[in-house]
C-alpha cells in the first residue's frame, strides 16, 4: 500500500556500502595475515637471533662468513664460519642503524681485507605489501567503522522516511476507506486534510493552524494508518520517523535529527511529520543526570522545533503512543500537541468491518459469518484482526481448502491467542488425566459463576506453551467490569487448581499461568481500582516504589494481607463449586479423556 520506494533504494544502497566495506576490510585481514604468517615464518625458519654486539666480536674474530641484507630491514642475516650444513649457521641480527653497520662493514672488507661475502638483496615485494597493509589497517578500520557509525546515526543527512508528495513521488496511497471503524476519529480529522489542502483559505481567515495532534492507543490499532490517511487524503508528503530513531548512541544527536527532521518537513511544506512511538523521547524530563541528559535534550529540541513555526508554515505534527501517562506534559501545552486523539480497540461493529475490509482480497466459504468472528474476537485490535485473516488463508492452504471456511478463521483465532495446535505431542496418560480435571475443573466452575461467559470449547490438546484450554464465549464489548465479575473471574481461574486437589488430591504446575493472571487481578483491585473496603478507593499505583513509603508500612503489609485472602477465597469457593457437583467434574473429565475436545453444546448436555 506504502509508496516508500525512495528510503528502500536509500536503505538499499546503505546496505550495500556496508557490505563492501566489509567484505574488502575482510580480504585485507586475511590476505594481510597470510603474508606476513607466510614470510615472516620462512625468514625464521631455523634460524636463532644473534645480539648485535656478539656480531661485532664475531666479525672482529673473522667467525662471520656471510652476511645479507634486505633493503629496507633493519634485520641482517648472517653464516657463522664452520663446517655443517649453511642453513643451520644462519642467524639473525637485529642492527641498531642499518646504514652505519653497512659502511662500517664496507670499510671492513675493503681496507682490512676481511673475507666476508656481503650480500644486498632487494625487499620481497609481498612482505612489503603485507608490512604497508599492516601499517595501514588499524587506520583503515578506523575510517570503515566511521563511515559505518555516521551513516547508521543518518549524519549523512537522511533523517525521516519521506513517503509520497511533490517531489515526483505518489502519495502515501492510503486514503480514509482503507480505515475500518473510527468513524468519529475520521470525522475529527476530516478538517485537517481539508486544511492541508487549502491552507490559503483558513489563514487569510485568521483561523490558527492546528500544530500537534498526539494519537493515543494500543499498538495495532491503526495509529500509523491514520496518520498515512492523513498525508494520502490530503496528497501531501508523509515524513515518518520513530522516536527511538532519536535515540542514539551518540550524545546531541537525538537533537540534531529532530532539527534535521524538521528542515526537511519546512522544505517540503505543506506536508505531515508522523513521529511513532513518541514517547521513547517524549518522556517526562527527570533530573540532568547521566543518559537522561540526553533524553532531556531531544525532547527540548523537540519543544523548540514545535514553537519555533511560522505561522504560516502548513506543517502538521502527528505523534503516536501507547504509553500516553509517560508523556512530559509540557508535549501537550497549547501549539504543541494540543489536541489529543484516543484510538480505541475496535468495538463489535468495528471489528465486523475491519474483517471484512481486509477480506476483499481473499476467498472465503459460503458458512463464514464476520458478525460472528466479531463476536469471538473482543478486545483484539485491527493489525490482530488482519491477521487472524492472513492466518486463516494459510491454514486453508494447508488444509488444501479451495476457500477459507469458518472453521479456519475458529482456529486461526484460536492459533493467535492460546497457540498452534500441536496433536502430535506424546502426552503420558497420567499428564492427559490431570490436564482433563485441570480444565473440566475451569469449565464446570465457571458456569456456577453468573458473571462468567458461556464455555465455547474445553480441550486436552496441547496448543502453544499450554496443555490444554478453556475457551469462552465473547460477545460482549464491555467498557466496565464490575467487582463482583473481577472475584468469579478469580474462582473461574482457581477452578483448574481445585479440580486436581479435589479429584487427585494432587496439584501441579500447570497452574502456573491462572495463579499469575488471578494474583494480578486480585492486585489491580487493591492498587488501581481501589475495590478494597478495609483500604478505600486509594489508588496505590506508583511509578516509584518509594512513593508508596507515603502510605507507610500498615498499608503495604494490608495490601499483601488482602491480595492473600482474596486468592485464597476465590480458591476455596471454586474447592466448595467442585465438592458440590463431584459427578458433572468426573464427567465432564471422562469425556474429554475420550474425545479430547468439547464443543460448547457437549458441555451443556451435562447440566441437563
Ligand atoms: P503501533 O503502535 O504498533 O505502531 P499502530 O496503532 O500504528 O501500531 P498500524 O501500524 O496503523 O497500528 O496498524 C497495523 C495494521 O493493522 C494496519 O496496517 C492495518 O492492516 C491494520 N489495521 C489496524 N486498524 C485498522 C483499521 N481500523 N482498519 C483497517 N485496518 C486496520
Known sequence: MNDNKKPKKQEKNLDIIRTISLLVLLILCIVGAIAYYYFSEK?????????FTELITMINEDKIEKIEMTTGSSTVKVTVA???EEKDREKTVLVPSIQAFMEWIQEKVDKEDKKIELNQKPVNPLIRISDTIFSLLPTLLLIILLIMIFKMQGLGGDSGKVYGGEDGLKPTGVKFNDIAGLDEEKDELIEIVDFLKKPSEYLEMGAKIPRGILLYGKPGTGKTLIAKAIAGEAGVPFISMSGSEFIEMFAGLGAS????????????????IFIDEIDAIGSRRTSNTGSETENNQTLNQL??????????????????TNRPEMLDKALLRPGRFDRQITIPSPDLLGRESILKLHSQNKKFAKDVDFKSIAGDTAGFTGAELANVLNEAAILATRNKH???????????VKKITVGLEKTNRVISDKDKKLTAYHEAGHAVVSKFLPTQTDVKEVSIIPRGLAGGYTMYKTNEDKYYVSRTELLEKMVALMGGRAAEKIALNEISTGASNDIEVATGIAKDMLTVYGMDDSLGPVSLKVDDPYELQIFGDKVIDQVGNQIQILIDNAYITAQKILS?????????????????????????????
Open 402 to 412: 479451495t476457500e477459507i471456511t469458518n472453521a479456519d478463521i475458529e482456529n486461526a
Open 303 to 320: 519543544l523548540v522545533e514545535m514553537d519555533g513555526f511560522d505561522t504560516n508554515e502548513t506543517v502538521i505534527v502527528l505523534a503516536a
Open 82 to 84: 664452520g663446517e655443517g
Open 257 to 272: 535529527r529532530v532539527r534535521k527532521l524538521f528542515e526537511k518537513a519546512k522544505k517540503m511544506a505543506p506536508c505531515i
Open 43 to 51: 625468514d625464521g625458519k631455523n634460524e636463532k637471533e644473534l645480539a
Open 580 to 608: 458440590d457437583n463431584m459427578d458433572i467434574l468426573d464427567n465432564v473429565a471422562q469425556k474429554l479423556l475420550e474425545k479430547e475436545k468439547i464443543t460448547s453444546e457437549e458441555f451443556e448436555e451435562f447440566f441437563k
